[in-house]
């Protein structure tokens, strides 16, 4: 065989090869082509009658919540014979990369919970299905649930999410050394958080407050500033506002005035060790300084109105259900039984941190008793900035605020420049997304 | 009897095995061929085909449009005025960062490493061993314990650094030089016996005569080292550098795990990058478009390093 | 006596107690930190052992049901074990019928293997994840034993070695009636037994940490691998050094037992790869 001969071979060998390989991956994504979009979840009469199911479920519940989910979970398992539900939790990033591929390929979960600002993402990718004829005949709408959050679940007209509870950006302050500086918690606003952090100074407390790269301080800030990182329409970034500019600010200011220390990253860790003596952090770190800082005298209220009106960042679980749920009647018929079961018996979901949603929840006992009770005031969740319904939101956050949070907070990146160039980036992949999904 | 050529040499095609193996059928070369080259075909052909045909498309996981676009992500990419195009810029300078620093420590200290070594004492071998030891564990390992070794509160490094009376804040896993600092050095301290361990072998095979010659004519230890050891050991000096300089730009779990990509995404590479575009992004097309530049920008440098070692080859 | 003591060989000692020091202290902080209490591994007054040596943060890792760190371990295993079997059962054969058999295409499917080696990993992390979608393969063992099998390290290593061995054995027993699987089986095989080993071993190894990959196919937690599950114990337990460090002790005692046992079969694997490379 001559050489000649041996490289033509060798090309048409090629050749077919890549042909072979176009088509088994066009065979591949066939799993995860958004021509199966799920039609509206029709409700299905009372509870789940029939033959044994296993259902899937996944959450992001990999910190100190899991086990109060697992309660849930437990609880309803053993509440109903025919139906058993296997949970799995995944770390947030993860389980937003996995889940479309997985419910593709049938493989996934069949109810999921998802944060409220995802739901856009997956209902254009038709791994979620709306779930408004559900709703309507489960005979729930705003009133069992709180408004805002109710509200926000609401994709291109449908209704995508079911929510578990709602959260909001909080303050911790220690109880005792606030005691000792002659304070007294919560702080209000600016000003008073100004004379705490001095008081706190004058104490012996050299960092009284810890700024990190949150970019949920960051929203809440940004609303209480008057701004929003997105229009009403959600069709342009509007994060590099003078507000937003403003939020960053008062954040790098607290460094500069060396209230906080720089570099920071993890504002609970000082909170615990003495180290600091106010906080920022979401509910979720309720369970944690329980379980982890058993003696530390620590009390929580909404975060204060440092900007020039009311503001927090909000965000919300919510149930989902996927379109792999609905290939079956039984599987379906078992998923509805799960949410509905869940929302109405999700009391011990208040060992989480996080606030209820389900009004009948809420007005329990057992939620009086709860910290966190004292986030769920109506002046809260009526200045809740919740992040709007938008395909894609995660990647384009993090593309843009969040690593403008990052870079100013850390590396000392000019504020107004970090924020400008988040905004245009923002607006870019808005304007993709939207190609994308008309095309 | 036909002139054997180099390539038939090469291949093993020598008269006596000409004779022996025609006796097997095409089936038996087949049965031997087919596990392999099936698994090699899906998974190692179609894929780099995939690939290259994917970075041609805009191809966003489960929308459903997948136009053709030609070499538009590629224009984009290099055009640089996208976010997308900048981020995977900065990631690729992270990545050259990374070598840059990592690769000429990669492969000197772990020479010396083997020079040291190269004499007989007691207890050789045991510290062979000891010193290889840190490979062997995973990136995981590795990563978490340096995440907590270099931890800027808890970790020993700033403990001992603050005992020893120096400044013990440094933010070794959150903020730049310092992150590049703890990158490189954890890496080191992970992969040094690796490289030490070829060196090794091929210092040993370079023959003690010429070493011995040269002392005779006069020449000091770091005139032997640049006269013998260096162009005994040229092949095996060549294959580290490629391999260090594409292991260097392959990195990934160090910055996921040590400094967790911070500040921002400072240390984010280009792996990291291209793995967030694809499976959190879902962005296919990109992400493929991507891959593809960094894989030629690596056979293009692995190129320039056989060439350089050709040249100088040559001039000898 | 005096020649013991002599400068040079007092500074080489010293040389290479530092620098085994250096390789030793951080693992030897990682155990002992794993075997401190909380409350200690968490408090800003630091100590090179702990004060009160217990084995809390082991129970507490080994008692945690959410995060299963020995199913992780057997899962490791259990994939390492197979990708290595199945690494060394196709490159063997393979490298042996490019070695010793005739058949159309040979050269020009051994360059095809060889050129492969030159392309970065990279390129198919991503086909790999859709082609395993695909197979309905996300999430199982599968996944993780067969995608990275087929390399070309396998063969052309040897190929290399299977080029080396003299015909004439094989001559002889061809000759003696014998076909070409049993030569296979009988003769070159055991022939190659040592690389055999090594390749198994560097396969087992590559396997057993391989980080990138398992992150990225595997969703459950019962499934994990490893370093996957430790990765995961670091994203959930960010500043509980004891644990981490206990997971990360659990995680390093087979690779270290594997490593006491064939460390000469590794080493000497690595080194002739780069010489003979």
Same mark, same amino acid.
């Given at each position: 065989?001559?050489?000649?001969?041996?490289?033509?071979?060798?090309?048409?060998?090629?050749?077919?090869?890549?042909?072979?390989?176009?088509?088994?991956?066009?065979?591949?994504?066939?799993?995860?082509?958004?021509?199966?979009?799920?039609?509206?979840?029709?409700?299905?009469?009372?509870?789940?009658?029939?033959?044994?199911?296993?259902?899937?479920?996944?959450?992001?519940?990999?910190?100190?919540?899991?086990?109060?989910?697992?309660?849930?979970?437990?609880?309803?398992?053993?509440?109903?014979?025919?139906?058993?539900?296997?949970?799995?939790?995944?770390?947030?990033?993860?389980?937003?990369?996995?889940?479309?591929?997985?419910?593709?390929?049938?493989?996934?979960?069949?109810?999921?919970?998802?944060?409220?600002?995802?739901?856009?993402?997956?209902?254009?990718?038709?791994?979620?299905?709306?779930?408004?004829?559900?709703?309507?005949?489960?005979?729930?709408?705003?009133?069992?649930?709180?408004?805002?959050?109710?509200?926000?679940?609401?994709?291109?007209?449908?209704?995508?999410?079911?929510?578990?509870?709602?959260?909001?950006?909080?303050?911790?302050?220690?109880?005792?050394?606030?005691?000792?500086?002659?304070?007294?918690?919560?702080?209000?606003?600016?000003?008073?958080?100004?004379?705490?952090?001095?008081?706190?100074?004058?104490?012996?407390?050299?960092?009284?407050?810890?700024?990190?790269?949150?970019?949920?301080?960051?929203?809440?800030?940004?609303?209480?500033?008057?701004?929003?990182?997105?229009?009403?329409?959600?069709?342009?970034?509007?994060?590099?506002?003078?507000?937003?500019?403003?939020?960053?600010?008062?954040?790098?200011?607290?460094?500069?005035?060396?209230?906080?220390?720089?570099?920071?990253?993890?504002?609970?860790?000082?909170?615990?060790?003495?180290?600091?003596?106010?906080?920022?952090?979401?509910?979720?770190?309720?369970?944690?300084?329980?379980?982890?800082?058993?003696?530390?005298?620590?009390?929580?209220?909404?975060?204060?109105?440092?900007?020039?009106?009311?503001?927090?960042?909000?965000?919300?679980?919510?149930?989902?259900?996927?379109?792999?749920?609905?290939?079956?009647?039984?599987?379906?018929?078992?998923?509805?039984?799960?949410?509905?079961?869940?929302?109405?018996?999700?009391?011990?979901?208040?060992?989480?941190?996080?606030?209820?949603?389900?009004?009948?929840?809420?007005?329990?006992?057992?939620?009086?008793?709860?910290?966190?009770?004292?986030?769920?005031?109506?002046?809260?969740?009526?200045?809740?900035?919740?992040?709007?319904?938008?395909?894609?939101?995660?990647?384009?956050?993090?593309?843009?605020?969040?690593?403008?949070?990052?870079?100013?907070?850390?590396?000392?990146?000019?504020?107004?420049?970090?924020?400008?160039?988040?905004?245009?980036?923002?607006?870019?992949?808005?304007?993709?997304?939207?190609?994308?999904?008309?095309? | 009897?036909?002139?054997?050529?180099?390539?038939?040499?090469?291949?093993?095609?020598?008269?006596?095995?000409?004779?022996?193996?025609?006796?097997?059928?095409?089936?038996?070369?087949?049965?031997?061929?087919?596990?392999?080259?099936?698994?090699?075909?899906?998974?190692?052909?179609? &894929?780099? #085909?995939? =690939?290259?045909?994917? +970075? @041609?498309?805009?191809?966003?996981?489960? !929308?459903? /449009?997948?136009?053709?676009?030609?070499?538009?992500?590629?224009?984009?990419?290099?055009?640089?005025?996208?976010?997308?195009?900048?981020?995977?810029?900065?990631?690729?300078?992270?990545?050259?960062?990374?070598?840059?620093?990592?690769?000429?420590?990669?492969?000197?200290?772990?020479?010396?490493?083997?020079?040291?070594?190269?004499?007989?004492?007691?207890?050789?071998?045991?510290?062979?061993?000891?010193?290889?030891?840190?490979?062997?564990?995973?990136?995981?390992?590795?990563?978490?314990?340096?995440?907590?070794?270099?931890?800027?509160?808890?970790?020993?490094?700033?403990?001992?650094?603050?005992?020893?009376?120096? &400044?013990? #804040?440094? =933010?070794?896993?959150? +903020? @730049?030089?310092?992150?590049?600092?703890? !990158?490189? /050095?954890?890496?080191?301290?992970?992969?040094?016996?690796?490289?030490?361990?070829?060196?090794?072998?091929?210092?040993?095979?370079?023959?003690?005569?010429?070493?011995?010659?040269?002392?005779?004519?006069?020449?000091?230890?770091?005139?032997?080292?640049?006269?013998?050891?260096?162009?005994?050991?040229?092949?095996?000096?060549?294959?580290?550098?490629?391999?260090?300089?594409?292991?260097?730009?392959?990195?990934?779990?160090?910055?996921?795990?040590?400094?967790?990509?911070?500040?921002?995404?400072?240390?984010?590479?280009?792996?990291?990058?291209?793995?967030?575009?694809?499976?959190?992004?879902?962005?296919?097309?990109?992400?493929?478009?991507?891959?593809?530049?960094?894989?030629?920008?690596?056979?293009?440098?692995?190129?320039?390093?056989?060439?350089?070692?050709?040249?100088?080859?040559?001039?000898? | 006596?005096?020649?013991?003591?002599?400068?040079?060989?007092?500074?080489?000692?010293?040389?290479?107690?530092?620098?085994?020091?250096?390789?030793?202290?951080?693992?030897?902080?990682?155990?002992?930190?794993?075997?401190?209490?909380?409350?200690?591994?968490?408090?800003?007054?630091?100590?090179?052992?702990?004060?009160?040596?217990?084995?809390?943060?082991?129970?507490?890792?080994?008692?945690?049901?959410?995060?299963?760190?020995?199913?992780?371990?057997?899962?490791?295993?259990?994939?390492?074990?197979?990708?290595?079997?199945?690494?060394?059962?196709?490159?063997?054969?393979?490298?042996?019928?490019?070695?010793?058999?005739?058949?159309?295409?040979?050269?020009?499917?051994?360059?095809?293997?060889?050129?492969?080696?030159?392309?970065?990993?990279?390129?198919?992390?991503?086909?790999?994840?859709?082609?395993?979608?695909?197979?309905?393969?996300?999430?199982?063992?599968?996944?993780?034993?067969?995608?990275?099998?087929?390399?070309?390290?396998?063969?052309?290593?040897?190929?290399?070695?299977?080029?080396?061995?003299?015909?004439?054995?094989?001559?002889?027993?061809?000759?003696?009636?014998?076909?070409?699987?049993?030569?296979?089986?009988?003769?070159?095989?055991?022939?190659?037994?040592?690389?055999?080993?090594?390749?198994?071993?560097?396969?087992?190894?590559?396997?057993?940490?391989?980080?990138?990959?398992?992150?990225?196919?595997?969703?459950?937690?019962?499934?994990?691998?490893?370093?996957?599950?430790?990765?995961?114990?670091?994203?959930?337990?960010?500043?509980?050094?004891?644990?981490?460090?206990?997971?990360?002790?659990?995680?390093?005692?087979?690779?270290?037992?594997?490593?006491?046992?064939?460390?000469?079969?590794?080493?000497?694997?690595?080194?002739?790869?780069?010489?003979?490379?």
């Amino acid at each position: 065989m001559s050489p000649a001969n041996g490289r033509a071979h060798h090309v048409t060998r090629r050749g077919f090869l890549g042909a072979f390989g176009v088509a088994a991956l066009a065979g591949c994504s066939a799993s995860v082509a958004a021509a199966d979009r799920p039609a509206p979840v029709r409700p299905r009469r009372g509870e789940y009658t029939g033959p044994a199911v296993t259902l899937q479920f996944w959450n992001p519940f990999t910190g100190g919540d899991g086990p109060a989910m697992a309660e849930i979970v437990e609880a309803f398992n053993a509440a109903h014979d025919n139906i058993r539900v296997v949970m799995t939790s995944l770390v947030a990033d993860d389980l937003y990369a996995k889940v479309m591929p997985a419910v593709g390929a049938g493989e996934g979960p069949d109810v999921a919970i998802m944060h409220l600002d995802q739901l856009a993402t997956f209902a254009a990718r038709g791994t979620i299905a709306p779930l408004e004829e559900l709703t309507d005949g489960l005979g729930l709408d705003g009133t069992d649930f709180i408004p805002a959050v109710w509200d926000s679940g609401v994709y291109e007209g449908h209704r995508y999410g079911i929510p578990l509870d709602v959260f909001t950006m909080a303050q911790y302050w220690a109880t005792d050394t606030f005691g000792a500086a002659g304070l007294e918690g919560p702080v209000r606003d600016r000003g008073h958080f100004d004379a705490a952090a001095s008081s706190l100074r004058n104490a012996g407390v050299t960092h009284p407050f810890w700024v990190t790269p949150s970019w949920q301080l960051f929203v809440t800030l940004l609303a209480q500033f008057g701004g929003s990182l997105y229009d009403e329409a959600a069709t342009a970034a509007t994060m590099g506002s003078d507000a937003g500019v403003a939020a960053l600010e008062w954040m790098t200011s607290l460094i500069e005035a060396g209230v906080s220390p720089s570099g920071a990253t993890d504002p609970r860790l000082p909170f615990k060790n003495g180290g600091a003596a106010m906080l920022a952090d979401l509910p979720a770190a309720i369970p944690d300084l329980q379980l982890t800082a058993p003696d530390l005298a620590w009390d929580v209220a909404p975060f204060p109105q440092i900007g020039t009106r009311p503001g927090t960042f909000a965000n919300s679980h919510n149930f989902v259900l996927t379109g792999q749920s609905q290939a079956d009647d039984d599987v379906a018929h078992a998923a509805q039984t799960f949410v509905e079961w869940t929302s109405r018996n999700s009391e011990p979901w208040i060992a989480s941190g996080n606030t209820p949603a389900r009004a009948t929840v809420r007005a329990g006992e057992a939620f009086a008793a709860a910290p966190q009770a004292a986030l769920a005031k109506p002046e809260v969740f009526s200045s809740a900035a919740f992040l709007p319904q938008i395909p894609g939101s995660r990647e384009i956050a993090a593309n843009s605020y969040e690593r403008a949070v990052s870079e100013v907070v850390l590396s000392g990146a000019d504020a107004a420049e970090a924020l400008d160039f988040a905004q245009h980036t923002a607006q870019e992949q808005l304007e993709e997304m939207h190609e994308l999904l008309d095309g | 009897m036909a002139q054997l050529s180099v390539r038939d040499v090469a291949t093993g095609a020598d008269a006596r095995t000409r004779v022996a193996s025609r006796r097997n059928s095409p089936w038996t070369a087949a049965a031997f061929l087919l596990p392999f080259f099936v698994l090699f075909v899906v998974f190692v052909i179609v &894929p780099i #085909g995939s =690939a290259l045909w994917a +970075s @041609l498309h805009r191809w966003s996981l489960g !929308l459903p /449009g997948r136009p053709w676009i030609g070499w538009d992500n590629y224009a984009e990419l290099f055009e640089g005025s996208t976010v997308t195009s900048v981020e995977f810029w900065k990631s690729m300078q992270a990545t050259g960062i990374f070598t840059l620093y990592s690769a000429p420590l990669l492969v000197a200290v772990p020479l010396a490493l083997a020079l040291l070594l190269n004499r007989r004492f007691p207890g050789r071998i045991a510290f062979r061993a000891i010193y290889f030891a840190p490979y062997v564990f995973g990136v995981a390992v590795i990563g978490l314990l340096w995440r907590y070794l270099l931890d800027r509160q808890l970790g020993p490094v700033n403990q001992l650094l603050g005992a020893l009376g120096l &400044p013990d #804040g440094i =933010a070794w896993t959150t +903020s @730049l030089p310092a992150g590049w600092v703890a !990158l490189v /050095g954890a890496t080191i301290w992970w992969t040094v016996g690796f490289n030490a361990v070829i060196y090794l072998a091929a210092l040993q095979d370079v023959p003690r005569e010429l070493y011995e010659a040269a002392t005779v004519d006069g020449a000091g230890a770091w005139r032997r080292f640049f006269t013998v050891t260096l162009p005994g050991i040229r092949r095996v000096l060549q294959f580290v550098i490629a391999i260090t300089i594409i292991a260097c730009a392959n990195m990934y779990g160090q910055s996921a795990l040590i400094t967790q990509e911070q500040p921002g995404t400072a240390t984010r590479t280009a792996i990291g990058f291209i793995a967030q575009t694809g499976i959190q992004g879902f962005d296919i097309g990109m992400s493929s478009a991507m891959s593809m530049i960094l894989a030629v920008s690596l056979i293009v440098v692995s190129g320039v390093v056989v060439l350089a070692f050709h040249r100088m080859g040559e001039e000898d | 006596m005096a020649r013991l003591l002599r400068p040079r060989r007092v500074a080489l000692a010293l040389t290479v107690l530092a620098l085994t020091a250096v390789f030793v202290t951080p693992l030897l902080l990682m155990i002992s930190t794993s075997f401190k209490p909380t409350a200690e591994a968490n408090s800003l007054d630091f100590t090179l052992l702990p004060r009160e040596p217990g084995l809390d943060a082991y129970r507490e890792i080994l008692g945690n049901e959410r995060l299963p760190v020995l199913r992780w371990l057997g899962n490791s295993f259990l994939v390492a074990a197979a990708h290595s079997a199945l690494v060394v059962t196709i490159s063997t054969t393979a490298a042996y019928a490019l070695a010793r058999l005739d058949f159309p295409f040979k050269r020009t499917l051994f360059a095809v293997v060889l050129a492969t080696m030159f392309v970065p990993g990279v390129i198919l992390l991503i086909p790999h994840f859709l082609i395993v979608n695909g197979l309905g393969w996300l999430n199982s063992y599968a996944s993780l034993v067969v995608p990275s099998a087929a390399g070309a390290f396998g063969v052309v290593f040897l190929r290399q070695l299977f080029l080396g061995i003299s015909p004439a054995i094989e001559e002889a027993a061809r000759i003696d009636g014998a076909n070409a699987f049993q030569v296979f089986l009988r003769i070159m095989v055991p022939l190659a037994a040592p690389a055999i080993a090594t390749l198994s071993v560097l396969s087992f190894l590559s396997s057993w940490n391989d980080f990138l990959w398992p992150v990225f196919v595997l969703f459950s937690t019962d499934m994990l691998t490893l370093p996957a599950g430790l990765a995961q114990l670091q994203g959930e337990y960010a500043t509980r050094f004891d644990l981490l460090t206990a997971g990360a002790v659990i995680a390093s005692v087979p690779v270290l037992i594997v490593y006491i046992v064939a460390q000469r079969y590794i080493i000497e694997g690595v080194s002739q790869g780069g010489v003979k490379g």
